[in-house]
């Protein structure tokens, strides 16, 4: 069994963790029902839609990582869950861990992974979290990452949308930056401005279809929409095949202490920049939108 073969790699490797990701409800309750597989590295992921009982859960004794719903690359979903797994105290910074899943949407495993979160990823699937993740900001940069990856995967009305938003350092932000169009979250409370609700996230949704970036304060406050970048552009030499809302979004990050989540229109990509570089790419599986 594939999942008894990923302990054996886990043991011999040292890895700490093993994360097993399952995509539907029957395949969890088959796990939680299969005592003999509850070992202490494994890590359940989980899409966030899929309604599991937290007393079910709890019995089993198995750690939990709510993973976005929609579908990813399997690379992008293992950066993701690291991501998740770190913000909800499941793994450590630094920790090696194993990854059982299988393509995304099915229920078959057929892939082991191993990854050591101490070293940078390949240039072709950059990840490099560390400081990242010790961001103060860490969890309002994860709400947006899953704003961008509904944008990335869906677009809005059918049509492929991309747009930047920029977190923290909000007043050097603002002060590198201008209107584009009239600021639609100008004149609001503060309380009524944050991206843990709902409403503001279907507005920044709709709002991401305007030219210029998203402005996110640190406390996740909605600051503005529709501002446009003045930081120098990095070039392009420096992030090749990336266009100029990419340069834009590295060159707000080397001038200020902010990190820049991008969508890609073409592709549906999110990457995510600081201190001038891209710190991480995640790939959201297109299927239901037009290009």
Known sequence: MIIENALRLADATASQKLLLFLSSRSHVLWF??????????IVLVIPRNIEIAAAEVKQAGVPVIRNWSGN????????????????????SIDCKVVCVLGPSGKRHLDTITIHDLTHSWSEDFPFDAHSLIKNPAFPVIMATIDIAL?????????????????????KNVLETSHQLVFNPFKGYPKRERNITRSEVVESIKELCQLDG??????????????????????SAKKLRGLGSRHRSAAGITRRTAAVAVVVSESTGTVTIFEKGAVAATLEPLISRRVV
């Open 72 to 91: 990813q690359t399997r690379f992008s979903r293992i950066k993701y869950a690291f991501l998740h797994g770190v913000l909800q105290n499941v793994i």
């Open 213 to 234: 970036a998203i402005i996110i304060a640190a406390d996740g406050t909605v600051e503005a929409a529709g501002r446009h970048l003045d930081a120098e552009r990095v």
């Open 32 to 41: 939680l029902k299969t005592r003999q597989l509850h070992h202490d590295p």
């Open 150 to 170: 509904d944008i990335g995967a869906l677009g809005r009305e059918g049509k492929s949308v991309g747009t930047t938003f920029v977190i923290g350092d909000e």
